[in-house]
């Protein structure tokens, strides 16, 4: 696979246009994102509500697809990055006991977070997720591309899904970042 980078000191870093280049091949396009956060956006401000997302695998991308959206300040109200399991229990509450018998990459665990990012924002809504982009750190019962999509308002309603994507790391990321995203429209 050709890269398009630059080496700097032996680390290859990305130009913007490579990456969008990625997302191209995954056949997700930055502006079919673009296009549905700034749809979720209409739809929260029309019911005065805020977000907020917890995210592992997708570290921080559902929240940069959200701030892409010019005026999203009055809708998004934060983003926590919890790639770590120290992050979830400290970020937010998640439980250990449920991380050491369900895993990070669980149904228990992306709920903990949704309900989590609540506690600790301002938002009204949440979406967390979890999941193994890969291309290592799949088992037979949790594949490469097992992710865990939870969504959750401070009224107590919550959903969460399974989803078996499949593609390279950033395909199954950007596919991701969009099932988190439409998947807010069939909560709300």
């Not at 870093?13 to 930055?30: C, K």
């Not at 940069?64 to 999203?72: A, E, H, K, Y």
């Not at 449920?98 to 989590?116: D, P, R």
Request: hydrophobic share 40%.
């Amino acid at each position: 696979m050709h890269h398009r980078g630059v080496l700097v000191g032996g680390l290859l870093f990305y130009t913007h246009e490579s990456i969008l280049s990625e997302v191209a091949r995954g056949h997700i396009m930055e502006s079919e994102l673009f296009e549905l956060a700034e749809q979720l956006g209409r739809l929260l401000k029309a019911h005065g509500k805020t977000i907020t997302t917890a995210e592992s695998c997708t570290g921080g991308w559902i929240a940069q697809t959200i701030t892409d959206v010019p005026g999203s300040s009055t809708w998004f109200d934060r983003g926590f990055v919890t790639y770590s399991n120290a992050a979830k229990v400290q970020m937010l509450g998640v439980s250990l006991q449920t991380l050491e018998k369900c895993g990070a990459v669980s149904s228990e665990i992306a709920t903990e977070m949704a309900a989590g990012a609540l506690v600790h924002s301002d938002a009204d809504v949440a979406v967390a997720v979890t999941g193994i982009a890969g291309p290592d750190g799949g088992t037979l019962e949790k594949p490469v591309g097992t992710v865990f999509i939870a969504w959750a308002d401070k009224n107590g309603k919550a959903k969460v899904v399974r989803k078996q994507l499949s593609g390279n790391r950033r395909q199954i990321r950007a596919q991701t970042v969009k099932s988190a995203v439409e998947g807010m429209w069939l909560f709300y």
